[in-house]
């Protein structure tokens, strides 16, 4: 009954992390695991942590935004230049890479309290695209600066980031929004997605959860934008456009807004399904395309149920049952 | 004092001229938008068709420059109907993200066809038309600009007419009103919606036309920038007003004319868009937008 209670609700996901990380620990341990494969352990953990950050503000306030991008590059830079400097201080990883991840969340959530007052008076498409723009003025106006390296990109960031201490940033970030999203709050949250209106004659402060929303999500993008930073040896802002944004989205999208498992599952396989197709060379990002095409047509459409039932072991199961049980019944008959 | 002013008005017409681009492709936009009540993410994408349908028409095939634009246009209204047909009219009753997921899709699905066909270099546009520039004392007016804004300008007044006068207009406006409605009073939503995205498509090609003559190169990934500004320009006068769009893509055009000349070239795309995000904080509903009001 207790292994069971591993296996459900938070936990199956607590679950999940640690058994995926323990694989690729063995793996890497007994050097099964090529370069390349070793390589993509870094993006796919910090695609995790910007999926499920992004699915809070989509999936659980029910609010597009487009600028996850530009928090992530906000928190990369704040993060990568205290990291800079502290390594000149001669300060230890151990001590440095903390305080730039923290620092770089707070980057990023002070960027978001400054863009969030104004923009969140604006709903739905409109809200989409003013973030879309804001993350476009910061990538323009970080091209621009001279200490963030201007076109050129900021180099000299020592390379801390590791899958260990990604795994360890995840788990946090685990806690803390499964936390969040299942407290008082977290319904609060969803009670506003679901009705705006009837959420406030119920007296939730329906600016206040919008804006908290918004900051707690462009915090763990700015982590995730420092431990990117921290993963190579050049950061370009031009890496932060709003195709990063929109390829985050996917990832939010395809493992099912509102749920965290499926953000988390979705964006291991989209971050490795066009290296999968490296084999086929130049065709990789069209068969990328026409997959994404067509699982969001299966997925979506009211046309295909009956291949998403066909697919679904749990309905095969259940069918299974009911016709047995009927067919026990007439038996009994 | 003097040249203050004739570098203003140079920049006011280039401005003019590009604007007028934008106009067109944030018609599409904001026609799709208004009738399917969805972002076609993939409408940037067809300016790109369209140029490269003009220079594999004009360039590899020989044709005159005419019949060359008559094939773009042909081209972008079958690519257009056809992916409606089969990327969009499955989800007609899904969430509007996942249809906006799709659209991003049939975005990357031609932007890779057109890296695999031809190749990432960037192809040079041909000059499809001599015109000599007018000059007006210091002013210069270059031929392209004017039949840029001529044509786009018969255009606008033509589509006016169109979704005003003909019956296949009104039908428009119906099933943006009210699609239900609209079924049971015996319109075809979906060949409503199939006419909606001929019609954008169509002036995709043709911005996309101008878009190579203006900048003279084009490349796989062309139709993305513009695109995202087109949209930025249909959300600016309000998404869904077919006015707004033509009034938004002007104006979005004339600012960043003046402030890649009057401030910096880098920070104009910033500027631009900090000035949609001005707007929208004063009118949430964009510049002619309607404002509706939310019911209980």
Same mark, same amino acid.
């Given at each position: 009954?207790?292994?069971?209670?591993?296996?459900?609700?938070?936990?199956?996901?607590?679950?999940?992390?640690?058994?995926?990380?323990?694989?690729?620990?063995?793996?890497?341990?007994?050097?099964?695991?090529?370069?390349?494969?070793?390589?993509?352990?870094?993006?796919?953990?910090?695609?995790?942590?910007?999926?499920?950050?992004?699915?809070?503000?989509?999936?659980?306030?029910?609010?597009?935004?487009?600028?996850?991008?530009?928090?992530?590059?906000?928190?990369?830079?704040?993060?990568?230049?205290?990291?800079?400097?502290?390594?000149?201080?001669?300060?230890?990883?151990?001590?440095?890479?903390?305080?730039?991840?923290?620092?770089?969340?707070?980057?990023?959530?002070?960027?978001?309290?400054?863009?969030?007052?104004?923009?969140?008076?604006?709903?739905?498409?409109?809200?989409?695209?003013?973030?879309?723009?804001?993350?476009?003025?910061?990538?323009?106006?970080?091209?621009?600066?001279?200490?963030?390296?201007?076109?050129?990109?900021?180099?000299?960031?020592?390379?801390?980031?590791?899958?260990?201490?990604?795994?360890?940033?995840?788990?946090?970030?685990?806690?803390?929004?499964?936390?969040?999203?299942?407290?008082?709050?977290?319904?609060?949250?969803?009670?506003?997605?679901?009705?705006?209106?009837?959420?406030?004659?119920?007296?939730?402060?329906?600016?206040?959860?919008?804006?908290?929303?918004?900051?707690?999500?462009?915090?763990?993008?700015?982590?995730?934008?420092?431990?990117?930073?921290?993963?190579?040896?050049?950061?370009?802002?031009?890496?932060?456009?709003?195709?990063?944004?929109?390829?985050?989205?996917?990832?939010?999208?395809?493992?099912?807004?509102?749920?965290?498992?499926?953000?988390?599952?979705?964006?291991?396989?989209?971050?490795?399904?066009?290296?999968?197709?490296?084999?086929?060379?130049?065709?990789?990002?069209?068969?990328?395309?026409?997959?994404?095409?067509?699982?969001?047509?299966?997925?979506?459409?009211?046309?295909?149920?009956?291949?998403?039932?066909?697919?679904?072991?749990?309905?095969?199961?259940?069918?299974?049952?009911?016709?047995?049980?009927?067919?026990?019944?007439?038996?009994?008959? | 004092?003097?040249?203050?002013?004739?570098?203003?008005?140079?920049?006011?017409?280039?401005?003019?001229?590009?604007?007028?681009?934008?106009?067109?492709?944030?018609?599409?936009?904001?026609?799709?938008?208004?009738?399917?009540?969805?972002?076609?993410?993939?409408?940037?994408?067809?300016?790109?068709?369209?140029?490269?349908?003009?220079?594999?028409?004009?360039?590899?095939?020989?044709?005159?420059?005419?019949?060359?634009?008559?094939?773009?246009?042909?081209?972008?209204?079958?690519?257009?109907?056809?992916?409606?047909?089969?990327?969009?009219?499955?989800?007609?009753?899904?969430?509007?993200?996942?249809?906006?997921?799709?659209?991003?899709?049939?975005?990357?699905?031609?932007?890779?066809?057109?890296?695999?066909?031809?190749?990432?270099?960037?192809?040079?546009?041909?000059?499809?038309?001599?015109?000599?520039?007018?000059?007006?004392?210091?002013?210069?007016?270059?031929?392209?600009?004017? *039949?840029?804004? +001529? @044509?786009? =300008? %018969?255009?606008?007044?033509? /589509?006016?007419?169109?979704?005003?006068?003909? !019956?296949?207009?009104?039908?428009?406006?119906?099933?943006?009103?009210?699609?239900?409605?609209?079924?049971?009073?015996?319109?075809?939503?979906?060949?409503?919606?199939?006419?909606?995205?001929?019609?954008?498509?169509?002036?995709?090609?043709?911005?996309?036309?101008?878009?190579?003559?203006?900048?003279?190169?084009?490349?796989?990934?062309?139709?993305?920038?513009?695109?995202?500004?087109?949209?930025?320009?249909?959300?600016?006068?309000?998404?869904?007003?077919?006015?707004?769009?033509?009034?938004?893509?002007?104006?979005?055009?004339?600012?960043?004319?003046?402030?890649?000349?009057?401030?910096?070239?880098?920070?104009?795309?910033?500027?631009?868009?900090? *000035?949609?995000? +001005? @707007?929208? =904080? %004063?009118?949430?509903?964009? /510049?002619?937008?309607?404002?509706?009001?939310? !019911?209980?």
């Amino acid at each position: 009954m207790k292994i069971k209670k591993l296996f459900t609700g938070n936990f199956k996901i607590y679950s999940f992390m640690v058994i995926a990380f323990l694989v690729v620990f063995v793996l890497s341990q007994m050097g099964l695991l090529s370069r390349h494969a070793s390589s993509l352990l870094v993006p796919i953990c910090i695609n995790i942590i910007l999926a499920v950050s992004l699915n809070l503000n989509v999936g659980f306030l029910g609010e597009l935004t487009l600028g996850h991008a530009g928090f992530m590059s906000v928190g990369a830079y704040g993060g990568c230049l205290l990291s800079i400097a502290l390594e000149a201080a001669a300060v230890p990883v151990l001590i440095r890479f903390p305080i730039a991840m923290i620092f770089g969340g707070l980057v990023a959530a002070a960027f978001s309290v400054v863009i969030g007052i104004p923009v969140l008076r604006l709903k739905g498409d409109y809200l989409a695209i003013v973030t879309l723009a804001f993350g476009e003025i910061i990538r323009s106006v970080i091209i621009n600066l001279n200490f963030t390296g201007g076109a050129a990109g900021l180099k000299g960031t020592p390379q801390d980031s590791n899958y260990i201490i990604c795994f360890v940033v995840i788990m946090i970030m685990l806690f803390l929004l499964l936390h969040l999203v299942n407290s008082k709050h977290g319904r609060a949250i969803t009670a506003i997605r679901d009705n705006r209106i009837a959420a406030e004659a119920c007296g939730i402060n329906v600016t206040y959860y919008r804006l908290l929303t918004f900051v707690v999500a462009a915090f763990f993008a700015g982590v995730a934008g420092v431990l990117y930073g921290h993963n190579y040896s050049i950061l370009t802002a031009g890496t932060f456009d709003y195709n990063k944004s929109i390829e985050i989205l996917v990832i939010v999208v395809l493992g099912g807004m509102g749920s965290i498992m499926g953000s988390i599952i979705s964006a291991i396989v989209i971050t490795i399904l066009p290296e999968a197709f490296r084999a086929v060379g130049d065709y990789r990002m069209l068969i990328y395309a026409i997959v994404l095409i067509i699982v969001m047509i299966v997925n979506a459409s009211d046309r295909f149920i009956w291949l998403k039932d066909l697919l679904n072991p749990k309905y095969q199961i259940n069918r299974f049952r009911n016709q047995r049980n009927a067919k026990k019944g007439k038996e009994a008959l | 004092m003097m040249n203050f002013f004739t570098s203003l008005i140079n920049n006011l017409i280039s401005g003019l001229s590009v604007g007028s681009i934008y106009a067109l492709i944030a018609l599409g936009y904001t026609m799709v938008y208004g009738i399917a009540k969805m972002l076609n993410f993939a409408h940037g994408d067809i300016i790109m068709v369209g140029a490269f349908a003009v220079i594999v028409s004009v360039s590899s095939l020989g044709l005159p420059s005419i019949i060359a634009i008559l094939i773009a246009v042909a081209v972008c209204v079958v690519l257009g109907v056809v992916i409606e047909a089969i990327a969009y009219r499955p989800l007609r009753n899904a969430s509007p993200l996942a249809v906006l997921i799709t659209a991003i899709g049939v975005s990357y699905l031609l932007q890779n066809l057109a890296l695999l066909i031809f190749g990432s270099t960037q192809y040079s546009f041909p000059r499809l038309f001599q015109m000599e520039a007018i000059h007006f004392g210091q002013i210069t007016i270059s031929g392209q600009s004017i *039949i840029t804004l +001529l @044509v786009t =300008t %018969i255009i606008m007044i033509a /589509l006016h007419f169109f979704i005003n006068q003909t !019956k296949i207009g009104k039908a428009m406006r119906a099933v943006s009103e009210d699609k239900g409605a609209a079924e049971l009073m015996g319109i075809s939503v979906n060949r409503t919606i199939s006419v909606t995205f001929a019609i954008g498509s169509g002036l995709a090609a043709i911005a996309g036309l101008f878009y190579g003559l203006t900048y003279g190169f084009i490349g796989p990934y062309t139709g993305s920038m513009p695109g995202i500004k087109a949209f930025v320009a249909a959300v600016f006068g309000g998404i869904g007003s077919i006015p707004g769009a033509m009034l938004g893509g002007i104006l979005l055009g004339v600012i960043e004319s003046f402030s890649k000349a009057y401030i910096s070239t880098e920070l104009s795309d910033a500027i631009v868009f900090g *000035i949609l995000i +001005l @707007v929208l =904080t %004063i009118r949430p509903f964009g /510049l002619l937008g309607k404002k509706t009001n939310e !019911k209980v």
